[in-house]
């Protein structure tokens, strides 16, 4: 029997962005590493904000957003905000209920200034590194036997791979052109965005542990 192509919607869905993200999905273990690292810098987003005036982009749903930029290779903070407002995926990573509204893209651009003038992108990325340090006992390496003849050689091709990787995937991650101007900026989201790669890789490292 043939389906009915219905245009109507319901009034009321009672599916949460919860239910709709499959159980395997690799954004599950990395938003688990992610709210941790952001429970451990709370009080450091404490000395950020006054206590007392209009409630701002909560700290957390904000690095989770520009977590995804860098991820996903999302180009300018106005699409970014695009995806928030359609994509499941993207608002149940942020923590941003089914009917939640999306930010201006003014106001996430002010309140990740705000990020910047706290240095949050360095304290993330070494709250990260610390997972990462834990979980490397188990790596092996991709040299063949044949360089191990030459140990200075061999440690100089290991090193230089594991750099090439880490830029690598930092210019395929959006910044081969840089979306902000002044070095500051520029240095804040470089190193979020190694951060984001760290993120990637843990969940990897954790189950080789």
């Known amino acids: 029997m043939r389906g009915l192509d219905e245009r109507s ?30 429970e451990v810098m709370s ?31 999302v180009r300018s903070e106005r699409q970014l905000m695009e995806q928030l407002d359609y994509n499941l ?3 149940w990573f942020v923590g941003l209920s089914m009917d939640a509204p999306v930010w201006d893209v003014t106001v996430f651009t002010k309140n990740r200034e705000r990020l910047l003038a706290g240095d949050v992108a360095a304290k993330f990325l070494a709250t990260v590194l610390g997972h990462v340090a834990r979980n490397t006992s188990n ?6 036997g044949r360089t191990t003849r030459h140990p200075g050689y061999a440690v ?9 990787e880490v830029f690598g995937w930092i210019k395929g991650a959006g910044l081969r052109k840089a979306r902000h101007r002044g070095a500051a900026r520029v240095g804040w989201m470089f190193t979020l965005t190694a951060a984001a790669y760290n993120l990637i890789r843990l969940p990897k490292l954790l189950a080789a542990a």
């Open 43 to 73: 009080p450091a987003f404490e000395g950020l904000y006054s206590k007392i005036g209009r409630p701002s982009i909560p700290p957390e749903k904000l690095l989770r957003a520009l977590l995804l930029q860098a991820f996903y290779s």
């Open 156 to 164: 100089s091709l290991r090193v230089r791979k594991r750099i090439e």
């Open 89 to 91: 995926l993207f608002r």
């Open 139 to 144: 790596r092996r390496s991709a040299i063949d």
């Open 9 to 38: 919607e319901g009034l009321f869905s009672y599916v949460s962005c919860e239910a709709r993200v499959p159980a395997n999905h690799p954004l599950r273990a990395i938003r688990a590493i992610v709210d941790e690292a952001l």
